[in-house]
Each structure stands twice: as structure tokens, then as C-alpha cells.
């Protein structure tokens, strides 16, 4: 990775204490209720649905080799818990793609709005619950930023609803964005797409 804070994403208070030198950002919809729409959302985005209906290419996706680490999560209180070992049999779409998996490397190619969002990126861990899906995505390097980015699928038990939250921080490694408000910027086009491309009709944003 080429950041620090590896997991930071998954920090309760992260939009209140980011990384240092880093810019979070982070926004919920709900995208529909009960249990067929959170099984659909959540094969959506575990088969990079988000990233390329948001205009991104996809190549070289490596799954891990033998063992993968689960990755950093945190408790209620955000104490991080540490990583663990697990062998996951690696999955794949209908035109061979790997699917998400904890461990595995990819490059994505592509702009938004005129803005690079070329990277190579680690998936870092992948969340698969009765009532959560989702998975955390970390930059290695070649891009215009460092950082993370954690996508969730909830479907919540006291309402029946169910919602998609995509949670960042961005620190600018190219001079051009760190001008202000470009990394803002780049962030909010980047939400709106992932949005448009997991719920492109029932996302109602709060």
C-alpha cells in the first residue's frame, strides 16, 4: 500500500479524525427495501458493478495467492481488531473476472469529468454477512491520490430497508490536486457514479 492508515475507512470516527494530511469524505442512500434488493445490490458490487458503470476499465486483476488476510476491522467502540488468515475459494463472473476477494490487485483506467482516476488498488478485505456485504479498496500507487475507499450494502433489521454507503480519504499526490477543492471534487463525481451504478432508479440520497 502506499498509505498508512491501512483500514481507516472501517474507523467509526473517521470523518471526524482522518488520516493525517487526508481528505474524508462519506454519504449513504437508501436503495430500496427487503431481502431480493440487498441480495442483488450485494452481487452488484462484489462484481465490480460500482467501478465500471462509473466509467472505470478494469485490467490485470490478480487474485491473492493461498492465504489472504481478511483484513483490519474495528469493534463498536472503533478499537481495531487484527487481521486473521483465511483461505477464501476464489469466484468469478460470467466473463471469467475475478470476483471481489480479500488479498487480490488490480488497475483501473479512466476519468471523471476530465479528472485522471488511474490507480493500481488492493482490496483489502471483504465483508460477507447476512445483513452486510462489502468490501474495502486501498491505492498502491499510480494515482493522482492515495488512500481508500470502503463500499457497503446494509440491510437493516429494525426497518427492512436497505442502504449503500461508500466511505473515503484522499490525500493528493499529484501538485494539481492539491489545489483546493480538486480531491473534493474528484470525490463527489466518483460517489455519484458508484450511486447511479448500484441503484440507478431507487436511490433516494440523504
Known sequence: MDYAAVGATRAPDLMHYPPEHSIPAEESWRIGSGEERFRSAGEALLSWTAQRAAGLQLSDVRPAAGDMYTGVSFDADGVPIA???????????????????????????????????????????????????????????????????SFDIDWRDDTDEVWFTVRAFDSPTSVMYRLPGMVRRRRRELFSRYLRAISPLYATPV
Open 83 to 149: 487481521p486473521s488468515r483465511s483461505h477464501v475459494e476464489q469466484r468469478y463472473d460470467a466473463e471469467g473476472t475475478p470476483l471481489v476477494a480479500p488479498g487480490m490487485t488490480l488497475r483501473v483506467r479512466g476519468r471523471v469529468k476530465g479528472m485522471r482516476a488511474d490507480a493500481e488498488l488492493r482490496v483489502i478485505s471483504v465483508t460477507e454477512e447476512r445483513r452486510r456485504i462489502g468490501f474495502v479498496l486501498g491505492t498502491v500507487g499510480g494515482s493522482v491520490v492515495s488512500g481508500e475507499e
